[in-house]
């Protein structure tokens, strides 16, 4: 026999986050039941004010201030469309795409493409290479190291003479990602960086008998190569981190409220200047905010969305999740209103133009853009 839902519970579970993958199957049920003449979610988009899902749930569920109890069984399988803890949902599949008999939408004729694979990197004697237009092969040559570009686009570090120089003791490289831009790179001791847009790491040309100390300025995923006798230490805004072999991600924009850091396996430790630091476990994310720092359990696949090449948001605020359009679309945000209070959920891939973000936030009708040039106006 199925087991007996309290709605009211299921709600307040919702809320807080802690539904199970059948307890949001049946919500997407009661919420297609309260669709008007029982039209199918679209499967392209969907976009709702948390008030309206509200009243079709209490209107079609007889939801009068009354606890209600509904038998049902729905397949686990089912995926949540709907949001009730935020202001708006918005949804794109990432196999979807347009359709031939689309009309083009209002922003087509200034719609501003993604980024891409740009950076630049600047040499220990001050010259500097534009990535992007950099061909496969040698790169450089400083201080016995060989800096190359691989097939897959990534910038590869690896001794070319064994003796070395003194200079490599001083030398130091950086590689910087423009707005609109990405990149890899593998460091001299083999540990993996992406960058993200608008981010900058520097480093040395050697870890030989040094210590494996980099500097980052926006956000980066970090695979770092083990050696036990040489801690890796990425130095950010306001902190330090301490590993010894791990992956995780830090995210040190100097325009945003904290620096966070979220690690996905091994362990690092975080320190701010004041007191031991704190260690974190894989699924934990520090959020440094002046000398404090908190730690909680994350969402890792939210953490890591830039990486894979997609937008998540989880009851973002829209100036948040506008700094990342920024960032990536290599835009400048205007504001004629002020959109605070206004938080989104959703789901976008990297790879759409900007309108697909824009068209979907306007159909909350909270907020409207307009596009001039690289300015994205935000407006009533």
Not at 6 to 25: F, M, P, R, S, W
Not at 204 to 226: C, D, H, Q, W
Not at 333 to 358: C, F, M, Q, W
């Amino acid at each position: 026999m199925p087991e007996k839902i309290d709605l009211t519970d299921l709600l307040q579970k919702y809320h807080h986050g802690t539904c199970n993958a059948e307890e949001l199957a049946l919500l997407e049920s009661w919420y297609n039941q309260s669709t008007p003449c029982d039209q199918p979610i679209p499967e392209e988009q969907l976009l709702l004010t948390k008030n309206s899902v509200w009243q079709d749930l209490k209107s079609s569920l007889n939801f009068n201030r009354e606890r209600i109890r509904l038998w049902t069984s729905i397949s686990a399988a089912a995926m949540l469309l709907i949001s009730l803890s935020v202001g708006i949902l918005f949804y794109f599949k990432e196999e979807d795409t347009k359709s031939t008999n689309e009309q083009p939408g209002k922003f087509a004729k200034n719609d501003i493409s993604p980024g891409g694979n740009k950076a630049y990197l600047t040499l220990a004697d001050g010259k500097k290479i534009v990535l992007t237009d950099a061909g496969l092969g040698t790169l450089a040559e400083e201080s016995g190291i060989e800096i190359s570009k691989n097939a897959e686009g990534q910038i590869v570090y690896k001794i070319a003479d064994q003796k070395g120089k003194a200079s490599t003791l001083t030398a130091v490289n950086t590689i910087e990602t423009p707005k609109g831009g990405q990149y890899q790179v593998f460091l001299p001791d083999g540990t993996k960086v992406w960058l993200n847009a608008a981010s900058k790491l520097t480093y040395p040309v050697s870890f030989v008998n040094r210590e494996r100390t980099v500097e980052l300025i926006g956000e980066a995923y970090f695979e770092v190569a083990k050696d036990a006798a040489h801690p890796f230490k990425v130095k950010s805004i306001g902190q330090e981190i301490e590993v010894l072999g791990t992956h995780f991600n830090v995210n040190a924009y100097p325009d945003e409220t904290a620096v966070r850091t979220s690690l996905m396996e091994g362990s690092v430790k975080v320190s701010s200047g004041s007191g031991n630091g704190t260690l974190l476990k894989p699924g934990q994310q520090s959020t440094l905010i002046g000398k404090s720092i908190q730690v909680e359990e994350v969402n890792l696949e939210e953490v890591l969305d830039w990486k894979n090449g997609n937008f998540i948001f989880n009851d973002e605020d829209l100036k948040s999740i506008l700094r990342k359009v920024s960032r990536w679309y290599d835009v400048e945000i205007v504001y004629e209103i002020d959109p605070s209070g206004l938080s989104l959920l959703g789901k976008v891939s990297r790879t759409k133009n900007v309108s697909a973000i824009l068209d979907a936030i306007e159909q909350t009708e909270q907020v409207h853009f307009k596009i001039e040039g690289r300015r994205i106006i935000v407006m009533k």
